[in-house]
């Protein structure tokens, strides 16, 4: 079992910053995949970003440019730096894991999520 606690989300004018960060509680986290889902009031969850256990990472096209994905194995943690912030990122974001790269699906772990907020 893995547990996954999000945090960084707030209320941030738009083109600015946030760093998400996901830390998770395994001592395997080496060998887990981990995602960067998000969902919008009224919308379905829709992925985000992706990073294998090699550090390769995959984005949705919307974010590519503007956010990037990276982990930090010896602290249990990912990042998902956010740039250039548009309205349409508010949603809840959720840290998600998994033992296989399927970037944008099938993840067996999932986190409470955390709130983004972009204000024009």
């Known amino acids: 079992q893995v547990q996954l606690g999000e945090s960084g989300g707030g209320l941030v004018q738009a083109g600015g910053s946030l760093r998400l960060s996901c830390a998770a509680s395994t001592r395997t986290f080496s060998s887990y995949a981990m995602g960067w889902f998000r969902q919008a009031p009224g919308k379905e969850r829709e992925f985000v970003a992706a990073?294998?256990?090699?550090?390769?990472?995959y984005y949705t096209e919307s974010v590519k440019g503007r956010f990037t994905m990276s982990r930090d194995n010896a602290k249990n943690t990912v990042y998902l730096q956010m740039n250039s912030l548009k309205p349409e990122d508010t949603a809840v974001y959720y840290c998600?894991?998994?033992?296989?790269?399927?970037?944008?699906?099938?993840?067996?772990?999932w986190g409470q999520g955390t709130q983004v907020t972009v204000s024009s």
């Open positions: 998600a894991a998994d033992r296989s790269f399927r970037p944008t699906r099938n993840y067996d772990y």
């Open positions: 990073i294998s256990w090699t550090g390769s990472t």
